[in-house]
């Protein structure tokens, strides 16, 4: 008597070898990679832009406040002079403190007569823009370490104020 233990073995049976199952796992492991570095990107530019975007409307704010004032000079700080002033909270760092290493995230820098102002921002993605009160939105290429370093760097000494954020709240210093 004979066993015979058939478990389709037929010679049209079909099916996957582990050597066709590898290289499509590979595949789709390369294709995960380049979305995820192309999501990165785009999160990257969109938080630029979102910066950028902020330090024009920050900047034409500050040259209505200079126009409409009777002392035709840039408000003394971001905060207490009535000047209106919204960020995109996500699209700048976290963490940032004027006490550590990574510096500020929004600086705004004016000269003591007060009739020249810049304004430096950092993004999340690490780049950072500046806007002088005469000019364009522009990759400034400095680190924001302190406002005594940063302001001569774009031109105006500093007698300003910072912003930073830090765990989900912003805070002001004079």
């Known amino acids: 008597m004979e066993i015979k233990l058939l478990l389709n073995s037929s010679p049209n049976a079909r099916g996957f070898t582990i050597v066709e199952l590898l290289i499509v796992i590979v595949v789709i492991g390369i294709l995960a ?15 630029d832009s979102s910066v950028q975007s902020d330090l024009t409307a920050i900047a034409k704010k500050l040259n209505a406040y ?7 000079a840039y408000p003394p700080n971001l905060i207490t002079t009535g000047v209106d002033i919204a960020v995109s909270k996500g699209a700048y760092g976290n963490n940032y403190t004027p ?4 510096g500020y995230n929004l600086l705004y820098c004016k000269d003591s007569t007060a009739s020249e102002f810049a304004l430096i921002a950092r ?52």
């Open 33 to 47: 990679a380049i979305v995820i570095v192309a999501y990165q990107g785009v999160t990257n530019r969109a938080n």
């Open 66 to 72: 200079k126009i409409t004032s009777t002392t035709d």
């Open 99 to 102: 006490s550590g290493s990574n």
């Open 123 to 174: 993004s999340k993605s690490g780049n950072t823009f500046a806007i002088k009160s005469n000019g364009a939105v522009r990759e400034a290429g400095i680190a924001l370490t302190t406002a005594a370093q940063s302001c001569p760097d774009q031109g105006v000494t500093n007698s300003g104020a910072y912003w930073t954020f830090s765990n989900g709240n912003w805070a002001t210093g004079l």
